[in-house]
């Protein structure tokens, strides 16, 4: 029997997008591992896997983590909260959690077996560097935010910038990628001592490409069409669509007015996510106050208890409603820029009106755009007369909703986790 190590980055974000691939294949019968933070014991044990914790300082809340370091809640978004987020929650756990897979694979010693990370596990990356130990059979990145790696025919992650590869274009995309890298020069000095500290004999490459590029296999989940193209992609990557959200499936009673919803010609939905809506004014109250006198019906989830003073006549708020039921209803979604919100939307051919520079956001929105099925507002906080126009635009442009079908249609010829099983199949046969 093949044996499974599921490996988090102990943060929602990157736990929840694994959560599906483990149930599905404990549900084929794998034997699966699941090792990631303590505070999701319950909802791993939940999908049947066996839940190791991280160890040491490695098994971190990010709440606490941050509590623990006050000057964290006073940098803006950009290069030097990034840093520190690389610094503190991908790069000084290394050790501990290469660590914790050696002690892992030391237990299956002579069965295949196969580890699956996401793309911000770094304590993955020691194994594909030459570090002693115990090596799997393969190791397969799993890609849950936009593609990080540089290319030729791209600007950097993180500069929210469209893809060019004209001649023109590939020079600013090379000394753009130049600039960022020298930008994280100390970032990458300090994530080469440590992998090299694990007894890595190899580099580590730029840890922007070093997700995508080390691994033996990058299964990305999302589609090829929602991201810039690469002439220069590794082979080792694949495209294998979204796995399904537990959230946007989550039985709760619909609330007493939905049967507005049933009946009115055209939905705006506002949404903040569950996890970055802690102010509501950056996008849902402006949202609300733009569109008062539109004839719309706006329906605003706020994924979190809380109440909202003025709401429209036109206006219906509620905690949370399934995206699953919310979608087939909406006419243009209004939205911050998570990834895995906005892939649920294009797998239902919903287009976007997108908002938000926090994070993978400002590279969701971007893309999003560029693939023609949002208009990306670009701020954090979008004026509520931007948010008006850009909304009329969606729904007058026939062309948004078109490309948002066109993206739909590309999902379709997915099964992201039936892709995904059959990926550790192969490279166990290959390894055989």
């Not at 059979?137 to 030729?152: E, H």
């Amino acid at each position: 029997m093949t044996q499974i190590i599921i490996a988090a980055t102990p943060a929602y974000g990157h736990v929840a997008p694994l959560r599906p691939i483990a149930a599905d294949l404990v549900r084929r019968g794998e034997h699966v591992t699941f090792l990631t933070g303590s505070s999701f014991r319950a909802s791993i044990e939940e999908t049947g896997a066996r839940f190791v914790s991280l160890p040491g300082e490695a098994d971190f809340d990010i709440a606490e983590l941050v509590a623990r370091h006050p000057e964290r809640a006073e940098l803006e978004p950009g290069p030097v909260a990034l840093s520190w987020d690389l610094t503190h929650v991908f790069i000084k756990p290394i050790p501990l959690q290469h660590a914790a897979l050696q002690e892992l694979l030391a237990e299956y010693d002579g069965e295949p077996v196969v580890v699956l990370h996401d793309t911000s596990y770094l304590g993955a990356m020691p194994m594909g560097l030459g570090a002693p130990g115990f090596r799997p059979a393969a190791v397969i990145g799993i890609g849950i935010v936009p593609l990080t790696m540089s290319s030729t025919d791209t600007a950097p992650f993180g500069l929210g910038l469209p893809p060019d590869a004209s001649p023109e274009g590939r020079v600013r995309n090379i000394e753009a990628n130049g600039a960022v890298q020298e930008a994280f020069a100390e970032v990458q000095s300090l994530a080469v001592e440590t992998v090299r500290s694990t007894g890595a004999t190899r580099e580590l490459p730029f840890f922007l490409d070093a997700a995508v590029t080390v691994p033996d296999r990058y299964l990305h989940l999302s589609i090829e069409d929602l991201e810039y193209p690469r002439s220069d992609a590794p082979a080792s990557l694949r495209f294998v669509g979204a796995v399904p959200d537990e959230r946007s499936t989550r039985s709760v009673p619909l609330p007493e007015w939905w049967p507005e919803v049933d009946a009115a010609e055209r939905v705006v939905v506002v949404t903040q996510g569950t996890i970055a809506n802690h102010d509501l004014t950056e996008l849902i109250e402006p949202t609300l106050k733009a569109l008062a006198d539109l004839d719309v019906l706006v329906v605003a989830t706020l994924g979190r208890d809380a109440q909202l003073a003025d709401v429209p006549a036109n206006a219906r708020v509620a905690e949370f409603i399934p995206f699953s039921e919310l979608l087939p209803h909406t006419s243009v979604l209004v939205s911050n820029g998570g990834y895995g919100g906005v892939q649920q939307a294009l797998q239902l051919g919903v287009p976007m009106v997108l908002a938000g520079q926090t994070e993978d956001k400002v590279e969701v929105t971007a893309r999003t755009a560029w693939a023609g099925a949002a208009v990306n507002l670009a701020t954090q906080r979008p004026a509520a007369a931007d948010i008006r126009n850009a909304v009329e635009s969606v729904l007058d442009t026939p062309a948004y909703r078109e490309s948002a079908v066109h993206l739909s249609a590309q999902y379709g010829k997915h099964d992201a986790l039936a892709e995904i099983h059959a990926s550790i199949g192969e490279l166990i046969a290959q390894r055989r």
